[in-house]
């Protein structure tokens, strides 16, 4: 009887230990962390720029918004991919997300050119949720490969025309004068011969008189210090200005291995950037004008009535483009419909201005020329 008890004694204790450990394990189990995820990020503007910064917040708040789950570095200044081989490089996986410009792939984003076209938006915040929102509804086939985070583009109610020395006050002035530009149709609807000068050339071309002046975002004229050569600003308050789309992408293979809820976290946060992209853009006008002014520039706003012939003179060029895609092969009805969609997501986002206590460009800009 006394080695029964022992042998049964023996057995309770052998499972209570076995019950024990087996609870330790599975505890361990549970508690275990997740799989960090480790994600690299290509930016091929420096650090120092201001999109790069904004860009460079947006990774952290995606680190914090999944609990250190995912972890992202940052490469800047071009050292992984370069601004013309971003798209094709994320698509391949040399990167795992990066941000880019559509122009850095002449004719590979024929649809979402639609979304380019010029258009009565009055803030980059307003721009951008609108490209969003188009990018997002028709999903382009061009996008193929690549998972959509953000788009953003700079406000399309006002351009800047910096000119070394003679000032343009009305279209008759731009006529005949050697103009840089992102939209050489635009710039040569309004008069100008255009000059094919790299970004990087044209402070030195301007102060020699090799080129006349700069067309586009006011942005460089204190990024690039153009303000410091362009004495003579003259903003373009035509209601109908085109935009350029820069976007944040995710190789859509490492995109698909995301588990769900590190998905949607992406997505709330990226939507939330869409807009604060666009507010940097704005912002960036405004400290252009600002830099104009404080190194002795002079900047002029069209009035109305010469915005108004502006205005009128660049529709032409929107119908040529829509044209143009149509002729390259895309359905007419389609591309019809894309341009009413996006018109109408500018006007949504142009009344949501106000409710989210956003001011549009040109109050601003005018506000930082006094």
Known sequence: MARRKIAMTGCLSILCAAILIGGLVQGAYAQAPAKQIKLTYALFQPATAALSKVQTEFAQELEKRTNGRVQIQVMQGGSLLGAPAMFQGIKNGIADMGNGITSYSPGNFPFTSIAELPSAAQSGWVVSYAMYDFVTKYQPKEWDGVHLLTTVS????????????????????????????????????????????PMAEVFDAVS????????????????????????????????VQPSILWYNIMNKNKWNSLPPDIQKTFTDVSKEYVGKLGLTWDDQGVAGVEYSKSVGGAVYFLPKEEAARWQQAIMPVVDARLKALVAKGLNKKEVDDAWAFFKSRVEYWNGQQAKNSITPLVARLEKASK
């Open 154 to 197: 700079s406000a399309a109610d006002a351009m800047g025309l910096g000119m070394g020395k003679v000032p343009v006050r009305k279209l008759e002035d731009l006529k005949g004068k050697s103009i840089r530009t992102n939209h050489a149709d635009i710039t040569a609807a309004l008069g100008a011969t255009i000059k094919d000068v």
């Open 208 to 239: 020699k008189g090799v080129l006349d002046g700069v067309h586009g975002s006011l942005e460089p004229f204190r990024a690039w210090k153009l303000g410091d050569v362009c004495k003579q600003v003259t903003v373009n308050t035509a209601p």
